[in-house]
């Protein structure tokens, strides 16, 4: 296309935050400024898609499928877990038995028993990004559901006795299917799934215990920017890395990235990013899809 690749994601990331930053509401000539720029960032993105060019020096193409990326893998996850709960509305048992119908989805597609769905397979990981990845979401369905007003359980030492309950039980099929497929981020396995679902559990109940029920919420201000404007936080490290790319700055790709010396630049990333997104807030730009 005539520039590099991560001019490429720089441009389209500002198409992305013309289109959906959160204008402020107004009248007079600004309100006609911010569809300008509205237009001018929907305009940007259709020329970047026009314009892309992928694969290698000898086989050029265009956009085509590929691996879903974090943000469809999150999108399908999702899309499962709401498909669950609208479908079974009010019903946490029915949803404890999807997680486990999930977990068989996955157990399913590895064996060679959905081979029935076909092209379907060229297109989606049926087991990992439906089957594993949807049962951690609709795990945290049965969580949520126990703080819903219309819940049985009001007190919040019952939702913290339960959630835990929850937690347990995750850990148990997690342990208990641990030798079929081992524990694999990567390949979304029964066991990580449901580890990470039960870690979920512990954490939220610990969190509701911290911050509900004993008030104590002052620590967590400095990751209160990153709770008001979570999109703009999540694609600002890539934003980051596609500018130093442009700034041909190769530094952090070759130092500090193992060990504790990349836990530390990790950890102190994390918390620049999240500086970042304090200040983008305060000029007003919010991203809402």
């Not at 997690?174 to 029964?190: C, D, H, N, V």
């Amino acid at each position: 296309v005539g520039i590099s690749k991560h001019a490429w994601v720089l441009l389209m990331f500002l198409g992305v935050i013309l289109t959906w930053n959160a204008y402020p509401r107004t009248a007079g000539p600004v309100r006609w400024l911010f569809r300008g720029l509205r237009l001018a960032g929907i305009a940007l993105l259709v020329v970047l898609a026009v314009v892309y060019r992928g694969g290698n020096g000898e086989q050029v193409t265009w956009m085509r499928t590929s691996w879903w990326g974090i943000l469809g893998l999150i999108g399908w996850a999702y899309l499962i877990a709401s498909a669950s709960y609208l479908a079974f509305r009010g019903q946490a048992a029915v949803q404890v038995g999807m997680v486990a119908l999930l977990t068989a989805v996955f157990i399913g597609d590895k064996s060679g028993a959905l081979g029935f769905l076909g092209i379907l397979h060229q297109y989606v990981n049926v087991g990992g990004h439906w089957g594993g990845h949807g049962s951690i979401t609709v795990a945290g369905v049965v969580l949520g559901m126990m703080f819903l007003p219309a819940s049985p359980v009001r007190l919040g030492n019952g939702r913290i006795r339960w959630s835990l309950v929850l937690g347990i039980g995750l850990l148990a099929g997690g342990f208990l299917l641990r030798p079929l497929y081992g524990i694999s981020k990567q390949e979304a396995t029964p066991a990580w799934c449901l580890y990470c679902a039960a870690i979920c559990c512990f954490t939220f109940a610990f969190l509701y215990w911290l911050v509900d029920v004993k008030a104590i919420r002052r620590w967590s201000f400095f990751l209160r920017p990153a709770g008001a404007d979570p999109l703009l936080a999540y694609i600002l490290p890539s934003i980051v890395h596609a500018g130093l790319g442009v700034l041909g700055v190769q530094y952090l790709n070759t130092h500090f990235n193992n060990g504790l010396q990349g836990i530390i630049r990790s950890v102190v990333f994390a918390l620049a990013i999240v500086a970042i997104t304090d200040v983008l807030y305060r000029l007003r730009i919010r991203l809402r899809l």
